[in-house]
């Protein structure tokens, strides 16, 4: 059981350039959520799925698109980097109840 | 969601117990307040949460005031390991799908 699980674990970009951020979940969980976390700050939830097939925008959601598949999977794409997207992303999936949310051990991007 | 307001940072001999106040004047009466920590750059970790009543568990107490204004995790016997960014939200509870949080309390544990 390996929890909540984001690859890849480090990326450099060029401005302009488009990745998918990938992370999965082995833990049957309905939800799942994307955050932002840039130095010295608090994270900040970018979308949320609620359930296979829904998504729903949070907090910055400009400049980035997710993809629910599954209900294992939630993708992060970034169709044209911007510098300003340097940060360290977690996904993240809450437990029964929603009260306890598991998190991935995080993507590391910069873009140059 | 109420915001919290915390101190940036905070020292606390090792061995002794950690208080880690929040401020949440403005919380609402169906709001749940939570305690999360993120130790170096890992993915933050739940630590407890509660409505009204302190609430205890194997890692933490809270304590939250008579009304509710604010509240305080307690460590109680603080370890190195315990060095990391404490964060306090609020947030309606099991129909709440957002977690705002903050910038939260960098607790350093002092040998």
Redesign the interface.
């Known amino acids: 059981n390996a929890g909540v699980t984001q690859t890849p674990k480090f990326q450099v970009l060029k401005t302009g350039q488009s990745m998918t951020l990938q992370c999965a979940q082995d833990m049957n969980h309905n939800s799942m959520y994307w955050y932002r976390q840039d130095p010295g700050m608090g994270l900040r939830l970018i979308y949320y799925s609620a359930s296979e097939g829904t998504t729903d925008k949070g907090e910055v959601p400009n400049g980035y698109n997710v993809s629910r598949l599954n209900k294992r999977e939630f993708s992060l794409r970034l169709e044209s980097a911007a510098p300003s997207q340097t940060s360290v992303y977690f996904c993240a999936s809450p437990g029964q109840g929603y009260n306890e949310q598991f998190f991935g051990p995080g993507t590391r991007l910069t873009v140059l | 969601d109420a915001k919290t307001t915390q101190p940036p940072s905070m020292d606390c001999a090792e061995g002794r117990a950690a208080n880690l106040p929040c401020n949440h004047s403005t919380i609402s009466g169906n709001e749940?307040v939570?305690w999360?920590r993120q130790i170096h750059?890992?993915?933050?970790?739940?630590i407890i949460?509660g409505l009204k009543n302190n609430e205890t568990n194997e890692m933490a107490s809270l304590i939250i005031t008579e009304d509710r204004k604010s509240s305080t995790l307690i460590l109680p016997h603080a370890t190195l390991r315990d060095t990391a960014v404490y964060?306090c939200i609020v947030r309606v509870?099991?129909?709440?799908?957002?977690?705002?949080?903050?910038?939260?309390t960098s607790l350093t544990v002092i040998p």
């Open positions: 749940y939570y999360y750059s890992q993915g933050p970790q739940y949460h964060y509870g099991a129909t709440g799908n957002q977690f705002y949080f903050g910038t939260g």
